[in-house]
């Protein structure tokens, strides 16, 4: 069972900028789909953005054109780059197989915008 721990996130200001790491444990080569999920207080976990294992990628309507999905296989690690951050895109910001795996859900890393 893959363990998947994210970090990088912070506080910025309107239209700062991070970038997301999601180190896994065990080899990411041979999973098929990874993503990039969130979860603001009150609101459900929402994908952002999915990665294939070809590097075909999907985003969320609201972060395509500021938010980047990456894979290094490499080093076993998924990047998300966002850009142009908004206080919207305030969440605690997972990353997981896609679809998710319950099993695999890790703390997060805790992505605040202020304005």
């Known amino acids: 069972q893959v363990q998947l721990v994210e970090s990088g996130g912070g506080l910025v200001t309107t239209g700062g900028s991070l970038r997301l790491s999601c180190s896994a444990s065990t080899s990411i080569r041979s999973i098929s789909a990874l993503a990039w999920y969130r979860q603001a207080p009150g609101n459900s976990r929402d994908w952002v953005a999915v990665?294939?294992?070809?590097?075909?990628?999907n985003y969320l309507g609201s972060v395509l054109g500021r938010f980047a999905i990456s894979r290094d296989n490499a080093n076993n690690t998924v990047y998300l780059q966002m850009n142009d951050l908004r206080p919207e895109d305030s969440a605690v910001y997972y990353c997981?197989?896609?679809?998710?795996?319950?099993?695999?859900w890790g703390q997060g890393t805790q992505v605040t915008v202020s304005s």
């Open positions: 997981n197989r896609w679809p998710a795996d319950a099993r695999a």
């Open positions: 990665i294939t294992h070809d590097d075909r990628t």
